[in-house]
């Protein structure tokens, strides 16, 4: 794929081309083939029109309203009113790659040739995205049924001219303003177009997609810091054996531990859980602690989680999901794909996995920092403890932030609230689900990151005692400490240095370290 044009087809969308419309700078193109189906089915829809008898939402109202019959000069209103009154969003506006992500996804479906619009709207979606322009959506209004109904109406009223986004510059402003600065005529929404820019799941999937993506490099990463604690705490990697991880075979499991097995080929450190390494283990270990013995276990269970996410994803993105949808055959029908359980059910378990990954990763960094557990490592890995206080502090963010995930990980999908007087009586509540999502991407990716910088810290230390470790750990000390992350000595101002391993893992530098010595990791 040319991640710089994503041209859209019939046939639905790949996660890779949702992460580089709504994080790169890739343009997007309509395919013929999608220009014709749209084109077809508008032919479908404009015939529907003109019939006396009621069809809904082209000749209708909308859910609890549709019982109304409107006559075609109100028809143009209807579409543009159903906009007007649903862009109900309230609260701080969402990112910028969530909005092009919503945007994006709701494109895919036009283009499927399901929705009845005129190739006219598709073509004006593209050109706002490839503009740079970015409507302002809000944080609330979503329950995720039918679809993310506030937060693609504030998109559509962009395509209307009205309300406000954000320039390629940052700088919020009139739509209209902006639409005119790129030389984009507002749309005229005719028939069913309204509707059809608002009833999709395409929120909570491109947060489930750009999700999914971050989760996969966060997995490795933790399976590089378990690798390195294990180092530090002078463990084996005898339970990281693939025999081991084939007579229980769940995938996501064999991958971490071969990934760990890699970071820790040719260390000097592993191996000397029962005589010490100088022969002197004053409590010898016949095995390794729940968090150091079972991280392959649990990360392993998140990467198969992942996958199961992923494979919802994949139907979702080859979904065409509107209502009422032309089908195949001509017919127009009524129906609930909009319900948005299947994607809110997986970002939810995702949630789940990202906050247990978290939970052992912190009891791994408190092994580290506890003397009576950490085989000879000084109190706190501080420099004089007692004068120094070391990573004391760092243990409590991180614990913190593990609190945080737990109550992140209950679910949004269990709840559900009735609307439009009980027509939508059950609703999915996915949007809400991929933002805590989101949030608890981020606290995972921090808490990873403290992992680090006490891991680091500690194998440092084991080499006074003259223990080398492997190559990977040298890789990614040696990278940690350019990217600003103080070693072993006095107290500093610690902030900084998390701060700089937070951005040393969400950036990728972590894994690209440790794969300079082993190669590409799972």
Known sequence: MDMQKVVLGTSGVTPEDVVAVARGAARVELAPEALAALAASREVVDALAAKPEPVYGVSTGFGALAVRHISPQLRGRLQRNIVRSHAAGMGPAVEREVVRALMFLRLKTLASGRTGVRPLVARTVAAVLNAGITPVVHEYGSLGCSGDLAPLSHCALTLMGEGEAEGPDGAVRPSAELLAEHGIEPVELREKEGLALLNGTDGMLGMLVMAAADLARLLTSADITAALTLEALLGTDRVLAPELHAIRPHPGQAASADNMLRVLAGSGLTGHHQTGHDGQEAAPRVQDAYSVRCAPQVAGAGRDTLAHALLVAGRELAASVDNPVVLPDGRVESNGNFHGAPVGYVLDFLAIAAADLASIAERRTDRLLDKNRSHGLPPFLAGD??????????????????????????????????????????????????????????????????????????????????????????????????????????????????????????????????????????
Do not use: C, N
Not at 416 to 438: C, F, N, T, Y
Not at 450 to 462: I, N
């Open 385 to 522: 403890p007692g004068v120094d206080s070391g990573l004391m502090i760092a243990q409590y963010t991180q614990a913190a932030l593990v609190a945080e995930l737990k109550r992140l990980a209950v679910p949004a999908s269990a709840d559900s609230i009735p609307s439009s007087a009980m027509q939508e009586d059950h609703v999915s509540m996915g949007w809400s689900a991929a933002r805590k999502l989101r949030t608890a991407v981020d606290g995972l990716t921090r808490v990873i990151a403290v992992e680090l910088v006490a891991a680091a810290r500690a194998v440092e230390l084991r080499g006074d005692e003259g223990l080398t470790p492997g190559p990977a750990a040298r890789s990614v000390l040696s990278a940690v400490r350019a990217a600003g992350v103080a070693g072993p000595g006095g107290d500093r101002f610690l902030a900084p240095d998390l701060a700089a391993a937070e951005e040393f893992v969400r950036s990728g530098r972590l894994v690209a370290a440790a794969e300079a010595a082993t190669g590409p990791l799972a």
